[in-house]
């Protein structure tokens, strides 16, 4: 399928000039009471929606120009610096610098304008080089300095106390410090209308594996962070070489997520003690294959020797992989002698590595289903909006907070019998990082998330005639119902893209 971006351009444009206004109308309270904090959050997510749908279309420049725009909001409306003549100045600058290249975008012209001295400006200002808000007084204990770090993040909070935190975890934090690596407290809430919240949980959790992040301690657990056992609401402790804007960044492209906080946990020297100075165990997913039973990476540089002292894995530990989609449970008998492995064993880790996750929804009385590596998210049925001369398996367009989406017809696609959408209806939204686009596919009712092995999933060609083959991957069986696994990429792209 070739998604022709121009298509969108109605959509874009009404969504474009909606920002624009809330922008402009915010700016000029701002301008007469600085310090209302509501109208900066305001102008902050008109800023991120206005970016996120400049950055769908290509427009580079606007989306470079909101990011920039984004930073120094984000600094104002978490107190880290003060708002100023200096600063007011330079966000309406970049406001009118913003419509100007919104209206290019319009008429598809080019006004030739040059950022570089306004975004030097403005990453000036958002490092401190206005007025940055009073600093926190010396800390005098671990207790002070956390108080301190938190009047400067913007968080509600930095004790860790239930985070249950052993002392051999608490020197590995310390030993992180010391060597300069970050310890941070990430504090992550969904949207009050996330339906699905085990994708959200895969998106973070690979996101923060991208950043090279390691997960100390997740409060749920991140096995129960995985199996949705969970309000709308976690936190993590993280050491990472990344500093907390940089991860800040990476989280805020993953929707339905509410609000994001990550606050510094430790400076050097804020823990002491006598527990014995080795590394805490750590969150560390595998990419191929998962980790030795006994071995616990330290947090220190990922080059470092395999000298670390270990830990043993108590029994039916639960190793997490974000990128394999489900946990991976270790077996409970003790681990076999170094190079010695029971064929018992090799075969039951053979089976745990080989599970597929997968999001079922229901289609003309048949279970179908999706990989959850690539459910970005599941929505309840909005309005679409329909466009001119698209593919007929395309019922239109959706604005997905700030993106455009294209909607497929699922029914229609598989050349199923169609029916009238109706409020029970929802719409599963799929990313495909490598063509960087998302699509929605429409269904008659999302079901459930299972765990299926890759050794119980048989080819397409079993499927009965009434399914369209060309757009299946396999067929499963579990609990004595049959899943039909549907090949997305095919359905989004068509066949010729995958050959």
Known sequence: MNLDLSE??????DGARENLDTMDKCLLSLEQNHSNLDTIEEIFRAAHTLKGMSATMGFEKIAHLTHEMESILD????????VTPAVIDAIFETFDVLR?????SIEQTDSGIDLTELSAKLSGLASGGGAPAPAAAPAASAASASAAMHANTGGTSVDISDMGLSDFELSGLAEASDAGRNVLLLKIALVSDCLLKGPRVFMVLRTLDDQQCDIVKAHPEVKDLENEKFDKSFKMILITDKSAEQIKDALESISELDTIELIPVVE?????????QAAAPVYAPPVEAPPPLTSAPAPAPRAAPAAAPVQAAPANYEVHNPMAGAPVVQPASQEPPAGEASPEDEEEAKEVIELV???TFTMAGETYALEIQQVEAIINLVPIT???KAPMHIDGVINLRGEIVPVINTRRRLRLAELARSASNQIIIL???EEKVKAGFLVDSVQEVIRLPESAIEPPSRVSESVDVEYLRGVGKIDNKIVIMLNAHRIVFGKQADE
């Not at 050097?268 to 014995?276: I, L, N, R, T």
Request: glycine content about 8%.
């Open 8 to 13: 969108y351009m109605g959509a874009y444009i």
């Open 75 to 82: 600094k104002l409306r978490t107190r880290q610096i003060e």
């Open 100 to 104: 100007t290249l919104v209206n290019d």
């Open 268 to 276: 050097s020297g804020d823990f002491s003690g006598s527990a014995p």
């Open 357 to 359: 996750q997968l999001v």
């Open 386 to 388: 329909r466009v001119p």
């Open 431 to 433: 990313a495909f990082e």
